[in-house]
């Protein structure tokens, strides 16, 4: 198993920045991709600290920036070329703009329907006549009184003990 060095820090790091897929900078570092997967990955473990958390975040800087300048250089291909704005709209985005979209809608279908309307306040209403324990807890602790009156909700039905 290889030991991350500064010198080896660097190198993957100078690989990473060329573009190759990450099985191609392992390779040219000398360590297996299962290694360098390993070590960007334990660098990111919340806490991580030293050089395995220094590498793993100038790791995905370093792919984020090579993304970034990509992205700016297809921006200005697109300018010229309409198709690669499609392309990449169907790669990015496949469920929206790839040849099998199944997420084709638009904004204006999010607004409620009537019935949807209908379901939702007859689900409210059944909730409300005979509520779970969660939400009568819920309901109480957020100071919920129900009724003209104001009684408290009715208590809730006792679950049987698994």
């Known amino acids: 198993m290889a030991k991350l060095t500064r010198a080896l820090h660097e190198k993957l790091i100078e690989t990473a920045k060329t573009g190759v897929f990450l099985s191609t900078v392992a390779d040219a570092c000398g360590v ?10 334990m660098g990111l473990v919340s806490g991580a600290e030293g050089p395995a958390a220094d590498f793993a975040r100038e790791f995905l ?3 984020a920036g090579l993304e970034i300048e990509v992205m700016k250089s297809l921006k200005l291909a ?33 607004r409620p ?5 209908a379901q939702q306040t007859e689900l409210m209403s059944r909730l409300l006549e005979n509520p779970p324990p969660a939400l009568v807890k819920i309901l109480e602790d957020s100071g919920f009184k ?17």
Do not use: H, I, N
Request: aromatic content about 6%; glycine content about 6%; proline content about 9%.
């Open 78 to 110: 697109m300018a010229v070329d309409p198709r690669l704005g499609l392309q990449y709209l169907a790669l990015r985005f496949p469920r929206k703009y790839g040849l099998k979209a199944t997420e084709t809608g638009t904004v204006s279908e999010l």
């Open 113 to 117: 329907s009537r019935l949807d309307e």
């Open 146 to 162: 129900r009724g003209a009156e104001q009684q408290s909700l009715p208590a809730a039905p006792k679950l049987p003990k698994p």
């Open 32 to 41: 297996s991709e299962e290694w360098l997967k390993e070590t960007v990955s």
């Open 61 to 63: 800087a370093t792919e």
